[in-house]
């Protein structure tokens, strides 16, 4: 609430549960963005009011994603999202797939998502050459991607990457969103503990 009472309007959330409750007990006019791995068993709880979907990562979500969008009546702008860091841990399309990708996507069948442009994640290292490097790769298909496959769609414009660590070097490399919840509200506790 204090952020909102500084006339903050965006707000992330990764963790489907807590996005929920905190639509409910908060403002309207707060326009919520989805920032975590998202699971097709959970779209339906977001679909109502979810302003934008940062993490796409499968087909199967983006159909999920359609599917609950159109039972809501709604449209729902989403990011795909890229693997561009060497942890494993990370998901999302790998970037020599983007092709492969929006030539099996059937984009005119999905009225009820608009894709708005891509999102990745940086390794979680203080080698900031690397960093650049991986930043650097997903601009690139940013570009490449809205040459070839969208070129007059205004609604793809946005590059999603840098969190606290290194948002910074994100917006040195074309970053138009960052996702910096840590530095602004500090890290999460479970129960008494920091993660």
Known sequence: MEAYQAGQRIFGENKVQELVKKWESLPK?????????????????????????????????????????????????????????SEESKFGFLPEEADELFSSIKLSELKNVVIAGVMGMATFTDDVSQINREFATLYRLFHRLRTVFFPKDENFREISMGMSHDYLIAVENGSTMVRIGSTIFGERCVVGQMK
């Open 29 to 85: 006019d707060i326009e919520w963005h989805f920032i975590g791995h998202m699971q097709s068993n959970k779209v339906r709880a977001i679909a109502p009011f979810i302003s934008m979907i940062h993490a796409v990562d499968s087909q199967k979500i983006l159909k999920t994603i359609n599917d609950e969008a159109h039972r809501s009546g709604r449209i729902i702008p989403c990011l795909l999202q890229f693997h561009i860091a």
